[in-house]
């Protein structure tokens, strides 16, 4: 992409909290920093990315080009990187997959989006797979409160504590409802990708809640004992949200999963999970910030 384009999208991505619009819109997208190979300058690129589990997956495309991209020839120099996800920004190691592995990952992007196979057959060349492994005291979505999560062991976003948890919690959101536009989308089969990105959403959830329930809400139940009824709920709450996760895992263990029982299971969890996240701001917030 041009630069002056690239430095919109990027502009657009830290305005609005990893959201951008036009043709990325609804996307999953990040912005890589890398340290020129031959220059020594950072550069920001935006990028898309593939969950999985506790790394990230990106696709050295270049638009189906000829040639690798500069920033992936960055990395390879100078594999130590920083990731911007519209909620932490943060270090992370990049290792290119090769062999089995990366063709197993290929193989599943292109099952998800067919986009990624025409850029590889456009450019004439084996579109590198790049796994991004953040260091520790970080995380990915499958372990957002590692990196603080309001309350971990890493620190939360910069700002208010009150606003950082909102922040974390427009992550879980957002990423709900992208799972559930891909579910609604799908053919008569669920991909693997779309199974690996909700078991990423389910293992992301699970961490923040035990980063809560171990770390915060003991923190404000001694400070403000006059909580302790609304963190029993919210305790609570957390029970039934993990229920419906498991229920969820194990629908995505079978084989012949159906996107319509996928969704049925995606809107419950969704309903119960945005309910609880509500209520939580509502009695939370103020008193973090």
């Given amino acids: 992409m041009p630069i002056d384009f690239n430095q919109q999208i990027i502009d657009d991505f830290r305005a609005n909290q990893g959201q951008v619009g036009g043709p990325f819109e609804g996307a999953r997208l990040l912005l890589l920093t890398t340290v020129g190979a031959k220059t020594g300058a950072r550069r920001t690129t935006p990028l898309g990315y593939l969950p999985d589990g506790d790394r990230l997956l990106i696709i ?116 709900l409802a992208l799972i559930r536009k891909e579910v609604a989308a799908s053919g008569p089969r669920v991909a693997a990708q779309l199974r690996v990105n909700c078991l990423t959403m389910c293992q992301g959830l699970h961490e923040h809640h035990s980063r809560e329930d171990g770390s915060m809400f003991p923190a404000l139940e001694e400070r403000y004992p006059e909580l302790g009824p609304t963190l029993e709920r919210l305790r609570a709450e957390h029970i039934v949200v993990q229920r419906l996760l498991e229920q969820l895992q194990d629908l995505l263990a079978a084989d012949d999963v159906a996107p319509e029982a996928l969704l049925s299971e995606v809107n419950r969890l969704t309903k119960e999970l945005e309910a609880h996240l509500d209520y939580e701001e509502e009695q939370l917030v103020p008193l973090l910030n």
């Fill in 60 to 175: 050295a495309s270049a638009g189906g080009a000829p040639a690798h991209p500069a920033w992936y020839h960055n990395l390879r120099a100078n594999p130590q990187i920083n990731v911007e996800d519209g909620t932490f920004a943060y270090q992370a190691t990049a290792v290119v997959l090769e062999g089995e592995e990366r063709d197993r990952m290929f193989a599943r992007a292109v099952e998800a989006d067919p986009g990624w196979g025409a850029y590889q057959d456009r450019s004439g060349r084996v579109l590198p797979v790049v796994a991004l492994l953040p260091t520790a005291g970080t995380h990915t979505l499958a372990a957002l409160s590692a990196h603080g999560g309001v309350g971990g062991d890493g620190g939360p976003p910069a700002g208010p504590m009150g606003d950082a948890l909102r922040k974390i919690h427009g992550a879980f959101r957002r990423e």
